[in-house]
C-alpha cells in the first residue's frame, strides 16, 4: 500500500515539473529584453504600404496588430510564419492617407515572450498622379468585404484599389501606357498589358507584365509584331499566361466584293509560360470564316472596318475544367473551347449553338464573362444592351451533353448608367451586384432586383472595375 502512495506522490511531483519547465517555455519578459530596435517606414513606391523593421537581442519573431487610431476596435493582425531571426519586416498593405494608425507587437523568442507598447505613425499625402474617387449615394446597410480594382488608361496610368468609402488603398504608377489589371489571387498579383502600338488601326498592346503588391514588374512577354495582343489576359491555373490576340489571316472575297487577297483581323487565344515561351495557341477561323459573312466589308457601330475586327473579343477566363470562356462583343457571343483539343464546345447567344425551350433575350453586346461559383455549367456576364439601351447582368445555366442553355438570374441596371461598351457585372454575395458603368464614369452596387444601394463616382472611363474580396487578400 505504501508503495502504492509512494509512486503516487512521485507521479504529481513529475508533473507539476513538466508544468514550471513548460510555463518557462513562455515565460513573459519586459520587450526590451527581446528588442534591440522599432522603425517604421512608407514605401517610396507606395506610401499606402507602410513597413516595420524589427531587430532582436535574440532570434525571435513577431506578430503585429494594427488600427486607426480613432478606430480602436477594428483591429488587423498580421501573424508570421518565418523561423525564428535577428531581424524580421512586417508589410502593412491597404492603408489609407493621411491617416494615424497605431499598433503593437507580441514578440516570441526561444524560451520567452513579449508584448511592446503601443507606436504611432502617420500615413502621407496621395501622390497627384493617383485619381481620388467620390462616393455619390451609400444605402449599403454592411460591409462588401473586399475592394475595388481600377486602372486608368491614360498617361500617367494608374491601378487604383478603393474600398467602400472610395477612399484609395494601394496603387501602382505605370511607365508602361498601362491599360488592362487583372488581379490573380493565387500569386496575389496583377497581370497586366501595357505599351500601346499606334501604327495598327485599332488598339494593340505589345507587353505582358506582372506587377505584385510591392510595386515589383517582372515582364511575361515583349511582342513587336505577333500576336497583337489586345483587351485582356488572365493567369491560369498552372500558373501560365493567357492573352487574348489578334489573328491576322487573308481570305479570297471577291464572292461578296472584297479583294482577292484580303486580310481579316479574326480573334485568338496564345499561352505563354513563365519562360515567356509560346506554348499553346487558337484563333476563331478554325470556327467560322469571314466568306461566310455577308456583312464582312461594312463598318460596325462604332466606325470600325469588320476586316479590320472582325468579331471583337473582349474578355477571357478558364473555367473549373481548365477550358476557355472567350467573349465577343460585336456578334454578342460567348465561346467555350475545349483546350485539350481547341474545337469550340458551345456558342453562347442569339445565334449560338445552345438551345432553349424557352424565349430567351440574349445579349447585345456583352463583356466580362466567367463561371457563377466555380461551376463550369453556370456562366454570368455583362449584357450592354445596345438596342434597348439598358445594360443587364445575366446569369446562364448550360447542360453542354443536351447542348441546351436556361436563364438562372437578370438584374436590369437603372438605365441612366447604360454603358454602350466596355464594363461589368458580378455579384459580390447573394444580395448585391456589383456593375461597372465605364462609359458613364461609373461603379454601382444594386441588390439582385437592380435597386441601386451605392454608387461611386470615377474621374475617367474606365475597361472594367474587378471586385477582389478580403478573403483573397490577407
Given at each position: ?176 501606357k498601362l491599360k488592362r489589371a487583372n ?24 507587353k505582358l507584365f506582372v506587377v505584385d ?262
Amino acid at each position: 500500500m505504501k508503495n502504492k502512495y509512494f509512486i503516487l506522490i512521485i507521479t504529481i511531483i513529475c508533473l507539476l515539473i513538466l508544468s514550471c519547465e513548460h510555463d518557462s517555455d513562455n515565460r513573459f519578459v519586459p520587450a526590451n529584453q527581446l528588442i534591440s530596435s522599432i522603425t517604421s517606414k512608407s514605401d517610396k513606391k507606395n506610401i499606402l504600404h507602410v513597413i516595420i523593421e524589427v531587430v532582436y537581442k535574440e532570434n525571435a519573431k513577431a506578430e503585429i496588430e494594427y488600427w486607426k487610431k480613432k478606430l480602436p476596435n477594428e483591429k488587423r493582425k498580421i501573424t508570421s510564419d518565418t523561423d525564428l531571426k535577428e531581424n524580421q519586416t512586417l508589410d502593412l498593405f491597404f492603408l489609407e492617407a493621411e491617416t494615424e494608425y497605431e499598433f503593437k507587437l507580441t514578440v516570441k523568442g526561444r524560451n520567452t515572450y513579449a508584448e511592446t507598447k503601443t507606436y504611432t505613425f502617420k500615413t502621407g499625402k496621395l501622390p497627384a498622379s493617383v485619381p481620388e474617387y467620390e462616393i455619390k449615394k451609400n444605402e449599403l446597410n454592411e460591409s462588401i468585404n473586399g475592394y475595388i480594382v481600377l486602372t486608368r488608361q491614360t498617361s500617367p496610368c494608374v491601378i487604383s484599389l478603393i474600398n467602400q468609402k472610395g477612399k484609395v488603398v494601394w496603387y501602382y504608377i505605370g511607365n508602361d501606357k498601362l491599360k488592362r489589371a487583372n488581379y490573380d489571387f493565387k500569386t496575389k498579383t496583377f497581370l497586366c498589358l501595357g505599351a500601346v502600338e499606334s501604327t495598327f488601326k485599332t488598339k494593340i498592346f505589345n507587353k505582358l507584365f506582372v506587377v505584385d503588391l510591392y510595386g515589383n514588374k517582372t515582364v511575361v512577354a515583349h511582342e513587336t509584331k505577333t500576336p497583337l495582343m489586345h483587351h485582356d489576359a488572365i493567369r491560369t491555373k498552372n500558373g501560365n499566361f493567357a492573352v487574348i490576340n489578334y489573328v491576322p489571316k487573308t481570305f479570297d472575297l471577291t464572292a461578296l466584293g472584297g479583294k482577292k487577297q484580303q486580310v481579316v483581323y479574326g480573334d485568338g487565344i496564345t499561352i505563354y509560360n513563365k519562360n515567356s515561351e509560346k506554348i499553346w495557341t487558337w484563333n476563331c477561323f478554325s470556327e467560322r470564316t469571314p466568306k461566310n459573312d455577308k456583312k464582312i466589308l461594312t463598318t460596325w457601330i462604332n466606325g470600325k472596318k469588320r476586316v479590320d475586327d472582325w468579331l471583337h473579343a473582349n474578355a477571357i477566363y478558364e473555367d473549373d475544367d481548365g477550358n476557355f470562356l472567350i467573349s465577343f462583343n460585336f456578334i454578342s457571343e460567348v465561346w467555350k473551347i475545349n483546350k485539350k483539343t481547341k474545337i469550340v464546345i458551345w456558342r453562347l447567344g442569339k445565334n449560338g449553338t445552345l438551345k432553349s425551350n424557352h424565349q430567351i433575350e440574349f445579349m447585345q453586346g456583352n463583356h466580362s464573362v466567367r463561371t457563377t461559383n466555380n461551376n463550369p455549367q453556370s456562366i454570368h456576364l455583362l449584357d450592354n444592351g445596345i438596342k434597348k439601351r439598358q445594360s443587364r447582368y445575366l446569369n446562364f445555366h448550360v447542360d453542354e451533353e443536351k447542348k441546351t442553355i436556361k436563364k438562372i438570374d437578370e438584374t436590369k441596371f437603372p438605365e441612366t448608367y447604360f454603358t454602350k461598351f466596355m464594363g461589368n457585372a458580378i455579384p459580390i454575395n447573394e444580395k448585391w451586384i456589383l456593375f461597372g458603368s465605364s462609359m458613364t464614369k461609373n461603379i454601382l452596387i444594386t441588390t439582385t432586383t437592380g435597386k441601386l444601394l451605392w454608387r461611386c463616382e470615377v474621374p475617367y472611363t474606365f475597361f472594367r472595375a474587378q471586385f477582389i474580396p478580403f478573403s483573397d487578400l490577407y
